[in-house]
């Protein structure tokens, strides 16, 4: 899905490391929601309306926290680096729809699909919002 996107770019000269974290969240929200879009078109009667619907359920502060707090535990070392350097940047502002503290989290989720994106493990960034989905009992 992503592979295609990551050919034309090198994403091997870029250091994570190196990116500041909101950076790494704004990159890793059009990540994840690229991903949960992909995996709405799996319903081939829904219609257009009804996966935007969804996709604006699976997309916000309040979800993404709850999958994050299932995702967390399952971080290696440099990854759990990235979601709290994410959950802890300082933000300008918040949704008007979410709290702070799913607001931070979301961010620190973010900043993981971010770093995912750009170390080009995309496999594991499906495989864990999938997982999670599951866990959660959300359905697609």
Do not use: C
Not at 23 to 32: M, N, R, S
Not at 47 to 59: G, H, I, R, Y
């Amino acid at each position: 899905m992503l592979k295609s996107i990551e050919k034309h770019f090198d994403l091997t000269g870029k250091d994570p490391d190196q990116i500041g974290p909101l950076k790494l969240a704004y990159l890793g929200d059009a990540v994840y929601e690229l991903i949960i879009r992909t995996i709405l078109m799996d319903d081939r009667d829904r219609s257009v309306k009804k996966m935007n619907k969804k996709a604006q359920d699976l997309v916000n502060a309040t979800t993404q926290a709850r999958i994050a707090e299932v995702i967390v535990p399952h971080l290696s070392k440099s990854e759990n680096a990235v979601y709290h350097r994410g959950r802890n940047a300082k933000t300008t502002s918040v949704s008007k729809h979410s709290d702070i503290h799913d607001y931070r989290l979301a961010t620190g989720l973010e900043a993981v699909f971010g770093y995912w994106y750009l170390t080009g493990r995309t496999e594991r960034a499906v495989d864990m919002i999938k997982n999670a989905l599951i866990q959660l009992e959300i359905e697609t």
